[in-house]
Nanobody, 117 residues
Framework: QVQLVESGGGLVQPGGSLMLSCVAS????????MSWYRQPPGAQREWIAS???????AYADSVKGRFVISRDNDQKTSNLQMNNLIPEDTAVYYC???????????WGQGIQVTVSS
C-alpha cells in the first residue's frame, strides 16, 4: 500500500526555518516526480515546488529563493527546506508523488506549519 508521510512541521517565528520531510513507501521513487503543495487557511491548495527524477527543480514565485526542495531516491524521501519564513507561509503542507508514466497522484496526509510571533 502506497503511503506518503510528512514530518517536521510546527510553530516557528517569522524569519525562522523548518525542514519538512516526506517518506514514501511502496513506491519506486525514480518513477515519480515529487512536489510539495500547501493550503493556507480559507484558501485553495497551491503548488509550491517540484523536483524531477534528475533533480530538476521548479518553484512558485512566492517561495523562490527561500525554499529548497530535494529528493533521495534510495531513501525514498523528499525534503522541503524552508528559510526566512513569513506569516503568509502558514498552511497545511502536502507531499505529492506523481507517476511520470501514468500521471497518477499520491498524497500525504498533510502537516501544519504556523509562522507566528
Amino acid at each position: 500500500q502506497v503511503q506518503l508521510v510528512e514530518s517536521g512541521g510546527g510553530l516557528v517565528q517569522p524569519g525562522g526555518s523548518l525542514m519538512l520531510s516526506c517518506v514514501a513507501s511502496a513506491l519506486k521513487l525514480t518513477q515519480y516526480n515529487m512536489s510539495w503543495y500547501r493550503q493556507p487557511p480559507g484558501a485553495q491548495r497551491e503548488w509550491i515546488a517540484s523536483i524531477g527524477r534528475f533533480e530538476t527543480t521548479a518553484y512558485a514565485d512566492s517561495v523562490k529563493g527561500r525554499f529548497v526542495i530535494s529528493r533521495d531516491n534510495d531513501q525514498k524521501t523528499s525534503n522541503l527546506q524552508m528559510n526566512n519564513l513569513i506569516p503568509e507561509d502558514t498552511a497545511v503542507y502536502y507531499c505529492n508523488a506523481r507517476s511520470r508514466y501514468s500521471g497518477r497522484d499520491f498524497w500525504g496526509q498533510g502537516i501544519q506549519v504556523t509562522v507566528s510571533s
